[in-house]
């Protein structure tokens, strides 16, 4: 058995505080990695996987900025971007700058294998209002994104779909997951209450979902965007969507690998103040319910 970690939307170098669905708080983010890199000791994983929304403030000194707070957590990590990463074309120049030494190849899709397992890092794009796909927002509504993410939409571009059959095309046999800042599945009814902020999902989801159908060999899809914990499943395929770091519950997922299974388990950091900060009462739901904190995905 083997571990990796899953954390998401730790929103790094940025001072900003305010409330999505509770209280959002950038500010105590020096804090919490410094309690995770503690934790971390404990869990010992072989590496994590950094599902997006790593840096929030922009400009290029935030991006080296968020770059060191992963790096000090002093385990070897996979990145991604999300919107708050690649809001323009500079951005995404910077995000391949800083993660030069972390990234398998230089580019904000790829694949990696780690022992037995195999993963596919994509990269949606952002749907304009004239339904063009672009590598970065319509400028018109980029600047409401830290408030209101209404109007925001995406998807994932026709080459991405062509790189990955041909990475899964080439490899049949070996258990693959996939990895992506933004949803694939919507967030299910089970957690929508009516006053709950959706961030949303990747507008061709269902395309993808119909195309992963063809690969039985993908397993699972881990995620972030939400800053909800949801595990949903689909056509054989676990989503495993992951709370943010800077707002309640303030947790990680733990994946144990096995020979033919892994296994999901959520913790919150040793330091409890910091999700008892963040939480407005009511609104505990970003926590999930019990079958999003715990699941075992069978390989065979
Ligand atoms: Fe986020
Ligand atoms: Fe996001």
């Not at 010992?44 to 707070?69: M, N, Q, Y």
């Not at 195999?118 to 339904?131: A, T």
Request: hydrophobic letters at 35%; one cysteine or more; charged letters at 20%.
């Amino acid at each position: 058995m083997w571990r990796f970690v899953h954390v998401s939307d730790p929103h790094l170098a940025s001072t900003r505080d305010g409330v999505w669905n509770n209280q959002f708080l950038c500010s105590m983010m020096s804090d919490v990695m410094a309690c995770l890199r503690h934790d971390l000791t404990q869990v010992d994983p072989d590496f994590l996987l950094v599902t997006g929304d790593i840096v929030s403030h922009r400009s290029r000194d935030s991006v080296i900025e968020a770059r060191d707070a992963l790096d000090g957590l002093g385990v070897p990590y996979y990145p991604m971007g999300g919107n708050h990463d690649y809001y323009n074309m500079e951005s995404r120049g910077w995000f391949l700058e800083a993660y030069d030494s972390h990234l398998p190849t230089p580019n904000t899709v790829y694949s990696f294998v780690h022992k037995n397992l195999r993963f596919c890092v994509l990269d949606p794009w952002w749907v304009w209002q004239d339904n063009s796909l672009m590598p970065f927002p319509d400028p018109e509504i980029e600047e409401q994104q830290d408030t209101d993410l209404r109007n925001m939409r995406w998807a994932l571009p026709p080459e991405q779909f062509v790189w990955l059959e041909s990475v899964l095309n080439a490899h049949p046999t070996m258990a693959t997951c996939l990895a992506v800042h933004y949803p694939v599945l919507d967030i299910p009814d089970r957690l929508r209450q009516p006053e709950y902020k959706n961030a949303g999902a990747l507008e061709n989801g269902d395309l993808l979902l119909n195309v992963l159908s063809k690969y039985p060999q993908v397993k699972a899809i881990f995620c972030g965007h939400l800053h909800t914990n949801v595990i949903t499943r689909r056509n054989g395929i676990a989503q495993i969507t992951t709370s943010a770091l800077p707002e309640y519950p303030v947790e990680y997922r733990e994946v144990r690998v096995y020979e033919d299974r892994m296994e999901i388990h959520t913790h919150g950091l040793s330091d409890p103040a910091f999700a008892a900060r963040s939480l407005i009462p009511g609104r505990e739901y970003t926590r999930g319910e019990e079958e999003d904190r715990t699941t075992v995905i069978p390989f065979a």
